[in-house]
T-cell receptor
């Protein structure tokens, strides 16, 4: 199972602040996915990213969210102006060619106060 | 959008008992996956199913991909305390802009009493 790291592991921020969550894949991943899990709820798809552009995004992924892979390695999720309801675990799940599914990173726990 | 209905929501069992949980969907998926999640961690892949009707085992775990591609079940035999956690089913799309996107069930919380 490919190992994926995410930073930070925890982040506490004030409402309205910008946060950047990072995912560092270990392999030659081409497809990248972000998911969100509000405490006690199911995992929800946010966005998929392939060939340096968004493939699909959910209704959750509004104008406050953006993703990019600035240096060809790290994959980032940015929330421009956080809201209380953005408090959740955020998981990165890259997928490499030839792999038929995704492996989840350990997640970033975001708390918006 | 696509939704998965997972049941039961929770189970309380004695160590040594067998467990069964299932997922149904109104739409077809190309791949069914079962994940386990422990507190504070990301989902860990247990079993992946790629063909309709496929029955796959991983140790004490057995899962099947329904013939209609709209359902799947997971069985755990002879449960042990470390089986405790939340089990999620997930359907995966294979083509178009939804390639690889996972849709998750609501989860089954499993508690095993020693």
């Amino acid at each position: 199972e490919p190992e994926v790291t995410q930073t930070p592991s925890h982040q506490v921020t004030q409402m309205g602040q910008e946060v950047i969550l990072r995912c560092v894949p270990i392999s030659n991943h081409l497809y990248f996915y972000w998911y969100r899990q509000i405490l006690g709820q199911k995992v929800e798809f946010l966005v998929s990213f392939y060939n340096n552009e968004i493939s699909e995004k959910s209704e959750i992924f509004d104008d406050q969210f953006s993703v990019e892979r600035p240096d060809g390695s790290n994959f980032t999720l940015k929330i421009r102006s956080t809201k209380l309801e953005d408090s959740a675990m955020y998981f990165c799940a890259p997928q490499a060619p030839g792999e038929e599914t995704q492996y989840f990173g350990p997640g970033t726990r975001l708390l918006v106060l | 959008g696509q939704q998965l209905n997972q049941s039961p929501q929770s189970m309380f069992i004695q160590e040594g008992e067998d467990v069964s949980m299932n997922c149904t969907s109104s739409s077809i998926f190309n791949t069914w996956l079962w994940y386990k999640q422990e507190p504070g961690e990301g989902p860990v892949l247990l079993i992946a199913l790629y063909k309709a009707g496929e029955l796959t085992s991983n140790g004490r775990l057995t899962a099947q991909f329904g013939i209609t591609r709209k359902d799947s079940f997971l069985n755990i035999s002879a449960s042990i305390p470390s089986d405790v956690g939340i089990y999620f089913c997930a359907g995966q799309n294979a083509g178009g802009t939804s390639y690889g996107k996972l849709t998750f069930g609501q989860g089954t919380i499993l508690t095993v009493h020693p």
